[in-house]
């Protein structure tokens, strides 16, 4: 629910260990988790989904010189919507909505969670490829990005946010291809397409 205390206790009992510990899950890299309390654990892919709501001015105060430098700010995806606190009124969300959700989306997340692949009780990655097509636009953005990267004129903060846009791009791509897989039947499956890397771009 809030952010701020997330961020405010990391490192607060190990010095450095909670922000590495962040960096690297964001990497998809290994990790061994060990507690005073109980025996360590090995998570060969973490994937930790980190959600949540924040002060603006909070937040700046939170943006310090060492979350800067080691790329952690740059791995948050933030949005700020421009929205205006509104007057009483008798509106309510549309049951049709409502209803959409939880019979489409709630279904969607059921379904994919139940056909993941499982080997004595391992979940197996399903590995998807780029089309020749999304190839050919997946180089076009990585080399944008990196004659930004490679721009002195550029400014610096920015630099260092662009490598990230070389993770988040492709992640956007994958998702947006199974949504598309799930509601529309002449999707090619096993192969992320054009549209997909485009609509990502556009995130």
Same mark, same amino acid.
């Given at each position: 629910?809030?952010?701020?205390?997330?961020?405010?206790?990391?490192?607060? @009992?190990?010095?450095?260990?909670? *922000?590495?510990?962040?960096?690297?899950?964001?990497?998809?890299?290994?990790? +061994? #988790?060990?507690?005073?309390?109980?025996?360590?654990?090995?998570?060969?892919?973490?994937?930790?989904? =980190?959600?949540?709501?924040?002060?603006?001015?909070?937040?700046?105060?939170?943006?310090?010189?060492?979350?800067?430098?080691?790329?952690?700010?740059?791995? *948050?995806?933030?949005? @700020?919507?421009?929205?205006?606190?509104?007057? @009483?009124?008798?509106?309510? /969300?549309? /049951?049709?909505?409502?209803?959409?959700?939880?019979?489409?989306?709630?279904? &969607? &997340?059921?379904?994919?969670?139940?056909?993941?692949?499982?080997?004595?009780?391992?979940? #197996?990655?399903?590995?998807?490829? /780029?089309? =020749?097509?999304?190839? $050919?636009?997946? =180089?076009?953005?990585? +080399?944008?990005?990196?004659? $930004?990267?490679?721009?002195?004129?550029?400014?610096?903060?920015?630099?260092?946010?662009?490598?990230?846009? $070389?993770?988040?791009?492709?992640?956007?791509? *994958?998702?947006?291809?199974?949504?598309?897989?799930?509601?529309?039947?002449?999707?090619?499956?096993?192969?992320?397409?054009?549209?997909?890397?485009?609509?990502?771009?556009?995130?």
């Amino acid at each position: 629910d809030e952010l701020a205390g997330w961020l405010k206790d990391m490192n607060k @009992y190990r010095a450095g260990s909670d *922000l590495e510990f962040w960096l690297s899950t964001w990497s998809g890299k290994s990790v +061994n #988790v060990n507690r005073m309390t109980r025996a360590g654990s090995f998570v060969d892919n973490p994937f930790i989904p =980190v959600l949540g709501g924040i002060q603006p001015t909070i937040f700046n105060n939170l943006a310090t010189e060492e979350t800067k430098d080691n790329g952690f700010m740059d791995r *948050l995806l933030l949005a @700020y919507p421009d929205a205006q606190a509104e007057h @009483y009124g008798d509106e309510e /969300m549309d /049951m049709q909505a409502i209803n959409w959700y939880s019979e489409i989306i709630t279904k &969607f &997340f059921l379904e994919v969670r139940d056909t993941a692949k499982r080997e004595e009780g391992e979940i #197996v990655p399903s590995t998807l490829k /780029m089309g =020749v097509e999304a190839k $050919k636009e997946w =180089v076009r953005i990585f +080399n944008e990005i990196t004659d $930004k990267q490679n721009n002195d004129e550029e400014n610096q903060y920015l630099k260092s946010m662009y490598p990230k846009q $070389k993770s988040y791009i492709p992640r956007f791509a *994958l998702l947006i291809h199974v949504f598309d897989c799930y509601f529309d039947d002449k999707v090619i499956h096993a192969e992320i397409g054009k549209e997909s890397i485009l609509k990502a771009e556009k995130l």
